[in-house]
């Protein structure tokens, strides 16, 4: 026998082996290449020092937070980096720290401009920097940043001791907005929302687009201002206004496609019928001899050799992987804005079109807002400001039956599965039968909801002297609601042991209109003559409001067979 070797296929292993150990040593080597930084951050007004402050290197995992007493620690490489040191209230400042430098000494100043920020507090505004209460804000600029069919889903994350969660993933479902956590058990905890000076149920159908800004009152000053209304904090959002100048037409918009990348795991038709042959063996003997019989093992598998064992290959299906797909948003924005020193006017116009991930859902909006400011003299202004708001959605109900019908196809049933021989199959009739399978039930159901509102506020100001001004706010509203909802054969159990249609189905109608009138006057004082070092102001002010509403629900049960959704 004659040994041969390839030295060229010795070669190409050999270098392959050095290159794997040099990338290995490179590796551990840059593991090690580290270094512990430390310093403390002070304010440069007192000396003080500064907790909460975030050191970090941008774009990396580099980055460390101040202690109470300001001081902090940070892992960086043994090279140069440039540190951003930031803090709500001082000037983000940029330091190089060299390979040798083991201790850092930062100073931050204070963002001067910062502090002259003008914020809405209840029936006014005031400066940062004389507002004692605990106020978070954000601007219209970081709002319209975000793609989002909900305003509120914008704010998630950037405002300290804010939550925003949404409740669930449908198209246009409800954000529950949490301030500095909840305080009730029993009652609600969503704050108040102010737009423009006019409270409204949530913000949701306002686009982020039209915002100007948004300011949030956290403590308990809030409520001297709104009373228990604002016992949960108060978010109040400034819709943006005209600008003078020559006329301006912007467009933005965005547009999202949305994929599932995993799905939650589902048992196959082996570990199905295990697991639900152990509950009926647990609930009664009657319940296990049912399923006994329907899947031909245990005490009736006569006719299968393999028992439960036959099912380990039969083929499985995921219901839920047929009940969402991909889906596709659009959202559009048209503002149109004018006017000279004294006139000035924003019309803008927004569309959003959102389909859900569950197959059929859908959310719809169209919001038109009207808005103009008039100076009459240098006195006296008027502003009114009209929103009209059309929404529409439907198909957003849960199925939870993709979870527990039955994952394997009816050809593949071995045992018994006609009700009348096996009686005790009634009792999962529902989880069993083709016709009642997940995706059948979806296409059996039907809902439209569609909303309309209509807002319109005005407000007039009035300089009487020097430091004195009166204001009067009118805001009348009015919406309008109407769903339709329909169940099916399917749905309602409307069909024989044959599988043939009873009734058609049941069929809904909820319908709802209402009105609110708000009128608020306020007179301001602030007292002249006090020097650039003190500041008061006097707030004196009154509230009218008014409301009803008129709700009427319609339902139709067991229509005939010959019915559906469209003639019901």
């Not at 914020?119 to 005031?126: A, D, F, K, Q």
């Not at 965005?254 to 609930?283: H, K, L, R």
């Not at 602030?526 to 020097?531: F, I, K, R, T």
Request: overall charge negative; hydrophobic content about 35%.
């Amino acid at each position: 026998m004659k040994i041969t070797s390839s030295p060229k296929l010795f070669k190409g292993r050999f270098r392959s082996v050095c290159i794997v150990f040099a990338l290995f040593l490179f590796q551990v080597g840059f593991a090690q290449d580290m270094r512990s930084v430390t310093g403390s951050v002070t304010s440069k007004d007192d000396g003080m020092p500064l907790p909460g402050v975030n050191i970090f290197v941008e774009d990396t995992n580099y980055a460390a937070v101040t202690d109470f007493d300001g001081n902090f620690t940070i892992e960086l490489p043994a090279s140069t980096m440039m540190l951003t040191v930031s803090s709500v209230g001082f000037i983000t400042k940029s330091i190089e720290v060299s390979p040798t430098q083991q201790n850092l000494s930062i100073i931050l100043e204070t963002d001067v401009a910062a502090l002259e920020e003008v914020v809405v507090i209840g029936y006014g505004t005031s400066s940062r920097r004389n507002v004692t209460g605990a106020i978070a804000s954000i601007s219209g600029e970081e709002v319209a940043k975000v793609p989002v069919a909900d305003a509120t889903q914008a704010l998630q994350g950037k405002l300290a001791g804010v939550n925003i969660s949404t409740q669930d993933g449908r198209p246009g479902a409800d954000v529950r907005v949490r301030v500095r956590g909840g305080g009730s058990i029993s009652q609600s905890n969503q704050p108040l929302f102010i737009v423009d000076g006019f409270p409204v149920s949530s913000i949701s159908n306002i686009p982020g687009n039209q915002i100007k800004s948004i300011d949030v009152l956290k403590d308990a000053s809030s409520t001297a201002i709104y009373g228990s209304r604002g016992a949960n904090g108060v978010i109040i959002v400034t819709t943006k206004s005209g600008s003078a100048g020559k006329t301006r037409i912007t467009y933005d918009g965005f547009a999202q496609y949305s994929y599932i990348p995993e799905y939650i795991p589902v048992m196959n038709g082996y570990d199905y019928i295990a697991y639900n042959w152990a509950y009926a063996d647990a609930i009664g003997d009657q319940y296990a001899d049912a399923w006994e019989q329907l899947w031909a093992i245990g005490r009736y598998q006569e006719g299968n050799p393999e028992g439960i064992d036959y099912y380990r290959n039969v083929d499985s299906k995921d219901f839920t992987k047929e009940l969402f797909n991909s889906a596709y948003t659009h959202n559009h924005n048209l503002n149109i804005s004018s006017g000279t020193e004294k006139t000035k006017y924003l019309l803008a116009l927004n569309h959003i079109d959102q389909d859900g991930n569950k197959t059929r859902s859908f959310y719809k909006r169209s919001n038109v807002q009207f808005k103009l400011d008039q100076e009459i003299s240098s006195r006296l202004d008027f502003t009114i400001n009209t929103r009209f708001v059309d929404v529409r959605e439907g198909n957003n109900q849960g199925n939870s039956n993709a979870y527990w019908f039955r994952p394997i196809a009816s050809d593949d049933i071995l045992g018994e599965s006609d009700v009348t021989v096996n009686t005790q199959l009634g009792d999962y009739n529902q989880v069993l039968q083709d016709f009642y399978n997940p995706v059948a039930l979806l296409n059996d159901t039907d809902s439209d909801q569609r909303s309309r509102s209509l807002v319109a506020n005005t407000a007039i100001n009035w300089e009487i002297i020097d430091g004195l001004t009166a204001k009067t706010n009118f805001s009348i509203s009015a919406n309008w609601s109407r769903a339709k909802y329909w169940e099916g054969a399917i749905v309602n159990n409307y069909l024989d042991n044959a599988g043939n249609v009873t009734y058609s189905g049941d069929a809904r109608i909820r319908a709802a209109e209402g009105w609110n009138l708000r009128w608020i006057n306020t007179l301001n004082y602030e007292v002249q003559g006090l020097g650039e070092d003190h500041e008061l102001s006097v707030l004196a002010g009154m509230e009218i409001s008014d409301s009803g509403s008129e709700f009427t629900d319609i339902r139709g049960n067991e229509f005939p067979a010959s019915y559906d959704a469209t003639r019901a």
